[in-house]
């Protein structure tokens, strides 16, 4: 019964995927992240439904948009995407091992890619970046929600996989719970509806029990520092720091042994997860050296693990993974790929950081500037996250990167389609008062109902209560 109505929602879909591909790169989206398929046990698991979805979605755009919307939007992200990909390329071509595994690996690298820059051209307006984010905050939030609520009702109980596809491992599982928590955070306050603001707060609390019941140190250690972030740009600093203090003095009390003997072993060297870990990052770098241009190829780190091992390895003994996103695209696909990859995280910080500032002066974008804050927050998640796990190719994280790029051109668009709007505070109060905002096209409350404002006449007015942060 599950797998008929799941296939019966994607099929049902798939017409209007054809007509409409921001359609079509939301049902994308929401198989990829909520991950239906997994959750029925007959003929719609093993069914490719994506595939599906993402053919008549990039077919519907050849067919209906070709010549009035672009597949995507250059700009400084969406190059560098493109760039980092083709040394991706070079280094796998140039690769000893090249099998059935690294091929299946590749090509789906080279497809996160395409969807990657499909969406830049979908999502350039405020209403489909918020429909985009809502379906990915919903579909990830859905087992944030429904694993945080179990493992309260029974009082514990460890986490061991994943839903499936990327999400399969419960560290790459918990590291897209913690990029999700600052989703419902800030789409609760953007959205301005009481209901919705309780609604994203218990998300986001049973989120974080989903994540420490994963027993990912990694994402425990994202977690903390994306609260930290979200605490600091909150514009109450102190009050926030205090609820943080507050939680951490509360953990000892309500989190079941296992979590907290798991997150106490943190800086244990000597336990075997972390060793392993110290062990594969001397590895990486003895890789390095050896390759720094072009790297081991694409998915070779194992394979190539035992040649520049700093331990002996047996032949029967386990060889690792990177176990850290930085050490995998620099040893995997050398130090140009790596420097791109430094780049792409860089520049999100720093176009999110122009969104901001040009929005905060303009109460008609503060969707905008939340936004910018939001995708900050989940940057920070998954750069410290990145550090401890093996995600160098996360489809989220080319995902996010493609929505920062999408975010950048959109603001950019409202604001020349409103290039007059100015704040004009009250003189007399640097801290209060009312801000008017010129929108040229609305109609000034002093106005007849029949005319608008003009370029330099007050539409909008807004109550100023105090200055933004």
Request: net charge positive; charged share 15%.
């Amino acid at each position: 019964m599950r797998d008929l109505i799941v296939f019966l929602c994607v099929m049902g879909l798939m017409p209007y995927a054809f007509q409409r591909p921001y359609i079509g790169m939301l049902l994308f989206s929401w198989l990829a992240y909520m991950r239906p398929q997994d959750m029925c046990w007959g003929f719609a698991r093993s069914m490719r439904l994506s595939f599906f979805v993402s053919i008549a979605m990039l077919g519907g755009w050849w067919a209906n948009e070709f010549g009035r919307r672009r597949f995507t939007l250059w700009e400084p992200r969406t190059v560098m995407m493109c760039v980092l990909m083709t040394f991706v390329a070079i280094s796998y071509f140039q690769a000893q091992v090249q099998d059935a595994y690294t091929n299946r690996y590749f090509f789906e690298y080279i497809k996160i890619v395409i969807i990657a820059l499909f969406t830049v051209g979908q999502c350039d307006n405020r209403q489909r970046l918020r429909g985009m984010f809502w379906v990915i905050a919903i579909s990830l939030g859905f087992f944030g929600v429904k694993n945080g609520f179990i493992g309260i009702l029974r009082g514990g109980g460890q986490i061991l996989r994943g839903p499936g596809g990327m999400l399969e491992d419960n560290n790459d599982f918990a590291l897209a719970i913690v990029m999700n928590i600052p989703l419902l955070w800030y789409l609760g306050i953007s959205e301005g509806k009481r209901w919705v603001l309780n609604a994203t707060r218990i998300g986001v609390a049973l989120s974080v029990v989903t994540v420490l019941l994963t027993h990912s140190r990694g994402a425990f250690l994202a977690l903390s520092f994306s609260a930290m972030w979200i605490a600091w740009r909150s514009g109450k600093l102190f009050r926030a720091v205090m609820f943080l203090l507050f939680l951490a003095a509360l953990f000892p009390f309500v989190a079941p042994q296992d979590i907290i003997d798991r997150l106490a072993s943190i800086g244990d060297t000597k336990e075997s997860s972390a060793n392993a870990r110290l062990i594969a990052w001397a590895t990486a770098w003895e890789m390095i050296k050896d390759n720094p241009i072009w790297g081991v190829g694409m998915r070779n780190f194992q394979p190539r693990f035992p040649e520049y091992s700093v331990i002996p390895i047996g032949q029967h003994q386990q060889t690792f993974v990177a176990h850290n996103s930085y050490f995998q695209i620099w040893a995997e696909s050398g130090s140009l790929a790596f420097i791109i990859y430094l780049s792409l995280l860089a520049s999100v910080f720093l176009s999110l950081r122009r969104v901001y500032r040009t929005s905060r002066v303009r109460p008609d974008l503060s969707w905008a500037m939340n936004y910018s804050r939001m995708m900050e927050a989940t940057t920070v998640g998954f750069s410290v996250g990145a550090f401890f796990l093996n995600r160098g190719h996360f489809d989220l994280f080319y995902h996010w990167l493609a929505l920062v790029a999408a975010l950048s051109i959109a603001q950019a668009r409202a604001m020349r389609a409103a290039p007059e709007a100015a704040m004009l505070p009250d003189k007399k109060r640097k801290r209060g008062g009312k801000v008017v905002v010129a929108v040229p096209g609305l109609r000034s409350p002093g106005q007849p109902s029949g005319e608008v404002a003009g370029a330099g006449q007050a539409a909008v007015v807004w109550q100023k209560r105090k200055r933004w942060r």
